[in-house]
């Protein structure tokens, strides 16, 4: 079991490392977008779009990330009080009931909605913009992928730490 959650964390750090990447080439793109808009009041609602674009690809991809490093949002006012025994079992119910079963309706109904948009080639409604918006729709998809798979990975290293307090 071990050796399929390290696997998985090495993936989730392998997409985590690209979401770097991305906010990296995004931070560069929104420097040069206010440059040459300000600097020489001209601008392109594609470079906006590819903006918003990398700006969804940097937060769909830290998901699994964050959820990797316990970062994710909790009531950590409870949380931290509960013995390493209880905190365990919140863990494993966490993932159980809410984690998976929300990221695997995610999925399920993503993958209709990819499929819509690539049917008729959806692009953008704004003159200029980008043209392929399946591509991006599919981020959605790849990331909550990504999800289940880091929590399967964190509900296998809670069984073990589990196993570990009895």
Do not use: C
């Amino acid at each position: 079991m071990q050796k399929y959650s390290r696997w998985i964390d090495r993936f989730t750090e392998w997409v985590g490392w690209l979401a770097g990447l991305t906010l990296l080439a995004l931070s560069a793109l929104i420097v040069y977008d206010a440059f040459v808009r300000y600097l020489f009041h001209s601008g392109s609602m594609a470079l906006q779009e590819f903006e918003w674009h990398l700006f969804d690809i940097v937060m769909m991809f830290a998901i699994a990330y964050t959820l990797k490093y316990n970062q994710h949002v909790r009531v950590d006012l409870f949380y931290e009080r509960f013995s390493d025994r209880t905190k365990v079992i919140v863990d494993i119910v966490g993932v159980l009931f809410l984690i998976l079963p929300f990221s695997i309706l995610i999925i399920v109904f993503s993958i209709d909605f990819i499929s819509l948009s690539l049917s008729q080639l959806e692009g953008s409604s704004d003159p200029g913009g980008l043209s392929m918006r399946y591509l991006i729709k599919s981020v959605m998809l790849f990331s909550f992928v990504t999800v289940v798979l880091q929590a399967i990975s964190e509900l296998l290293k809670s069984v073990e730490k589990l196993k570990g307090l009895s």
